[in-house]
T-cell receptor
Framework: GAVVSQHPSRVICKSGTSVKIECRSL??????MFWYRQFPKQSLMLMAT?????????EQGVEKDKFLINHASLTLSTLTVTSAHPEDSSFYIC???????????????FGPGTRLTVT | GENVEQHPSTLSVQEGDSAVIKCTYS??????FPWYKQELGKRPQLIID?????GEKKDQRIAVTLNKTAKHFSLHITETQPEDSAVYFC?????????????FGDGTTLTVKP
């Protein structure tokens, strides 16, 4: 149980275009999902906390107009990178908690990640 | 906000030896401390975790210790094997009732030489 998927796994886009990444909880409902980005040989940096039915909470320094997050259902959160530039190239990973299965919902279940390359 | 420091950044051991990775955190509200193993291009995998009401936890060759007073926690891997080679991240999480955010350390690249 507690499986999180992401789509697409890899995407290449041209500078100036927008890219949407989907994060799905497959066997549980996630009221909260997290979006991270990871540059090569670096740590996971939290970008935003996605809450079902409400606005996402962005970390300091993350442009909310550039990284649009929508958490429209209990099993789906999307991250849209708008007007992408080469410096947005990175590994984007989502995670979710299962507040029903886990008595104390601390553990995060990570998606497999999306490799974005902007040319 | 929370600040997590992790040391060392790289660690090379001989197969069969032990490996220790240490982390410190700053926010006393953090009460959940997971350790992740990440292979290149893959998602982080939870290998062990500890909660603030516990001082030590062990799972076969892996153990974690937590010193709440000093705000540090450590990962211990015994009898290392080449397949243990990966990047390891520690994290500190505040309670889910307070957003449940996790802050990650910078990672340790562990190399186990056969």
């Amino acid at each position: 149980g507690a499986v999180v998927s992401q789509h697409p796994s890899r995407v290449i886009c041209k500078s100036g275009t927008s890219v949407k990444i989907e994060c799905r909880s497959l066997d549980f409902q996630a009221t909260t999902m997290f979006w991270y980005r990871q540059f090569p040989k670096q740590s996971l940096m939290l970008m935003a906390t996605s809450n079902e039915g409400s606005k996402a909470t962005y970390e300091q320094g993350v442009e909310k107009d550039k990284f649009l997050i929508n958490h429209a259902s209990l099993t789906l959160s999307t991250l849209t990178v708008t007007s992408a530039h080469p410096e947005d190239s990175s590994f984007y990973i989502c995670s979710a908690r299962d507040p029903i299965r886990d008595r104390e919902p601390y553990e995060q279940y990570f998606g497999p990640g999306t490799r974005l390359t902007v040319t | 906000g929370e600040n997590v420091e992790q040391h060392p950044s790289t660690l090379s051991v001989q197969e069969g030896d032990s490996a220790v990775i240490k982390c410190t955190y700053s926010d006393s509200a953090s009460n959940y401390f997971p350790w992740y193993k990440q292979e290149l291009g893959k998602r982080p995998q939870l290998i062990i975790d500890i909660r603030s009401n516990v001082g030590e936890k062990k799972d076969q060759r892996i153990a974690v210790t937590l010193n709440k007073t000093a705000k540090h926690f450590s990962l211990h891997i015994t009898e290392t094997q080449p397949e243990d080679s990966a990047v390891y991240f520690c994290a500190a999480s505040i309670p889910p009732t307070n957003a449940g955010k996790s802050t990650f350390g910078d990672g340790t690249t562990l190399t186990v030489k056969p």
